[in-house]
Structures are given as structure tokens and as C-alpha cells.
């Protein structure tokens, strides 16, 4: 079973670049079995696909948050990352990263989530 769990920085200044990774184990991130995926909540709002990157490194972003998000992978240490550029108090929220099956599409595993706050 694939675990994910997310680390960086729980405060980040406005203006500034929040940047997460997702650590993976217990499958590869090069297997073309799942989409690796960033997803954030806001508080009191509700879940907000931010991009993906698959297996074979491509990635996706959602139309909303393109200008100023960036998914890349370390394929060595079998983590994604997530750079979110220009942040405001608006991007305050609760990140996850999550597995979606590239047969079905569902959303398979989640981690535990990390709480950003953009604060100055």
C-alpha cells in the first residue's frame, strides 16, 4: 500500500514561494499506476485539485493556479514537490498530497496533510 506524507514549512511570508514535498513509500512514483497529486482546503472551503505529475513526469495543473505552481519529482529519493509562487493569505490552508489511479481516476491514498499558514 502506497503511504505519502507531506513536509515543508508551516508559515510562509506573502510574496513569497511555498514549496512542499510528498515522500513516498511503499511504490515507486515511476510506475504508471497512479497520478501523483497535490490537493489543498482552505479553511472553512473545500478541496481544490492544484496539478499532478505522472509517471512518466509530466504534469497537470489546474487552469486557476497555472501561472503560479510547479510540480517536479526526485525520482532518487521517490518524492514529489509542489512550489507555489506570489502567495497570499488566500493560499493559507491545509495541503495534501494523494494518489489517483490512472485506470479509474479515483483518489486512492492520501497523507496526513500540512498546514500552511501565509502570515507576515
Known amino acids: 500500500q502506497v503511504q505519502l506524507q507531506e513536509s515543508g514549512p508551516g508559515l510562509v511570508k506573502p510574496s513569497q514561494t511555498l514549496s512542499l514535498t510528498c515522500t513516498v513509500s511503499g511504490g515507486s512514483i515511476t510506475t504508471n499506476t497512479y497520478y501523483w497529486n497535490w490537493i489543498r482546503q482552505p479553511p472553512g472551503k473545500g478541496l481544490e485539485w492544484m496539478g499532478a505529475?505522472?509517471?512518466?513526469?509530466?504534469?497537470y495543473y489546474s487552469p486557476s493556479l497555472k501561472s503560479r505552481t510547479s510540480i517536479s519529482r526526485d525520482t532518487s529519493k521517490n518524492q514529489f514537490t509542489l512550489q507555489l509562487s506570489s502567495v497570499t493569505p488566500e493560499d493559507t490552508a491545509m495541503y495534501y498530497c494523494?494518489?489517483?489511479?490512472?485506470?479509474?481516476?479515483?483518489?486512492?491514498?492520501w497523507g496526513q496533510g500540512t498546514q500552511v499558514t501565509v502570515s507576515s
Open positions: 494523494a494518489t489517483r489511479t490512472v485506470v479509474h481516476g479515483h483518489l486512492a491514498s
Open positions: 505529475i505522472d509517471a512518466s513526469g509530466t504534469t
